[in-house]
């Protein structure tokens, strides 16, 4: 990750009106599930990117004991007070893992949780502006008429006008 992606998450915020700590969180999860389904699901893993330089670090929480039974999820006190000289024992410890390559498919399951994200998002945004304007009168082109139901298209979305809706006699035409 690098500065060219944080221009492009900028560039995406201007273009869909998606703010950029949205699409940050998206590669932050997609990021989580590769790093999961290539190293290990049942470990406590976090992500962080940086807004600014585009650098991400991948993070696994272990919890500090005297016997370590799974060192996936376990660290003993003493490497815990290695890391945090104030670690006792039942304390979660943060250690970085960040792998020196995802790979490729660690990149296909990133991209395609960040295209769902941004599909979420802007479905979220829609929604936001339309919501409110529950019997209002808003402007739209009729796109196609399919039995008694009208389908109208309002710029960023389509409408659906169901027939009791519609005055009795008006007829519509594909473009009006």
Same mark, same amino acid.
């Given at each position: ?7 492009? @998450?900028?560039? @995406?915020? $201007?273009?869909? *009106?998606?703010? $950029?700590?949205? @699409? ?61 000289? =104030?670690?006792?024992?039942? =304390? ?7 792998? *020196?390559?995802? *790979?490729?498919?660690a990149a296909q399951t990133a991209k395609q949780v960040v295209i769902q994200r941004l599909r979420e998002a802007e479905r979220n945004i829609i929604f936001e502006e339309y919501v409110n304007r529950e019997g209002e009168i808003v402007a739209g082109t009729v796109q196609r008429t ?7 298209? @309002? ?13 009795? *006699? ?7």
């Amino acid at each position: 990750m690098s500065a060219e992606l944080i221009q492009a @998450l900028e560039e @995406l915020e $201007k273009e869909r *009106g998606i703010p $950029k700590d949205v @699409l940050i969180d998206a590669i932050e999860s997609a990021l989580r599930t590769a790093y999961k389904k290539n190293f290990g699901s049942n470990q406590n893993v976090e992500v962080q990117m940086d807004g600014d330089t585009g650098v991400f670090t991948v993070f696994c929480r272990k919890t500090a004991i005297e016997d370590v039974l799974d060192d996936k999820i376990e660290i003993s006190r003493e490497h815990a007070q290695d890391i945090n000289a =104030d670690a006792q024992i039942g =304390d979660e410890v943060e250690i970085e893992v960040t792998p *020196g390559n995802f *790979g490729r498919i660690a990149a296909q399951t990133a991209k395609q949780v960040v295209i769902q994200r941004l599909r979420e998002a802007e479905r979220n945004i829609i929604f936001e502006e339309y919501v409110n304007r529950e019997g209002e009168i808003v402007a739209g082109t009729v796109q196609r008429t399919e039995q008694r139901v009208i389908i109208i298209n @309002l710029g960023q979305t389509e409408a659906i006008m169901v027939h009791q809706d519609q005055i009795p *006699g008006e007829t519509f035409a594909q473009g009006q």
